[in-house]
């Protein structure tokens, strides 16, 4: 999906000349397949995305492709122009180099085409440091205010801290001001701290972050309130389980509670087990 949205329809454009299906036949013929799990995703059969790490790696390689490892880039510079531009003679055009990346190491490197692919600030830890801000900034392209996406959604309230560790499959709605913004389903996993998984995971893209003051924005942008909603029977609507469970806990022993929750899943079968509690 574009998560972004931008105006210019570049998603599409990518799309047009590499489709879904050209990228499965690609994997398909580098020896990897893959199938059609729930949600749409395709995934390899190992299960493991080292799998596409590999064939990637290998396919880059056998096609001319040099990887230099744990060197990082610091600096990269636009240092002249094409021999079309320059109206040059003389000069093979694989020698017109236009751009130098200085690595960490003191070691640079000069290319005549350059793709800054260094991801967010996702994860500081593995090297999505954000650096790939200040690369195309020099070089004069607009940067799209960065937001949280595609992550786990953290909240106070104190109740989640007996759910860590529970995963449950069933739907989630995302509220602000009681009005619903969108909808998932999936497994949902309690973190804790609150609520993960990639049904929640797609929420995120329609929420708004706090963000300081910077340049481009004068005010800090405080964060919005937002409510997730859970619902771990969506094949019933809300008053049909309200009377189901009704009748099932009229008079019901504690035992007969524990023999009812196994119909349920993870966090419903936890708040049954703790009715009395409630």
Known sequence: E????????????VFDVFSPEDTLNFFRGCGMMARLEDGGR????????ASLVDILKREAERRGCRFLLSDKAVQATLIGR???ELGGKGRSRSAAW??????????????????????????????????GYGFAKAFGHT??????????????????????????????????DGAKLAE???????????????????????MEAARPAGHNRKTEQQ???YEIRCDFVPELRHS????????????????????MADWLQGAAAWYLQNFEDS
């Open 143 to 176: 940067l799209a205010a960065p937001r949280p996406a595609l992550t786990a959604v953290e909240s106070d309230d104190v109740f989640l801290a007996d759910l860590k560790g529970v995963r449950s499959k069933g739907g989630v709605s995302l509220y602000r």
């Open 42 to 49: 395709y995934y390899p059969y190992s299960g493991q995305a």
């Open 240 to 259: 049909q389980l309200a009377e189901l469970l009704s009748a099932q806990l009229a008079g019901a022993e504690a035992q007969d509670i524990q023999d």
């Open 98 to 131: 236009r751009f130098s990346i200085e690595l960490k190491s003191g070691r640079k490197v000069l290319c005549s085409r350059l793709v800054i692919a260094c991801g967010g600030r996702a994860g500081l830890k593995t090297g999505s440091t954000g650096d």
């Open 82 to 84: 094409d021999d079309a």
């Open 184 to 206: 998932e389903s999936g497994e949902i996993q309690f973190t804790g701290s609150g609520v993960s998984g990639i049904c929640v995971f797609n929420l995120t893209r329609h």
């Open 223 to 225: 964060a919005a309130l």
């Open 2 to 13: 574009d998560y972004n949205q931008p105006e210019d329809g570049f998603v599409d454009t």
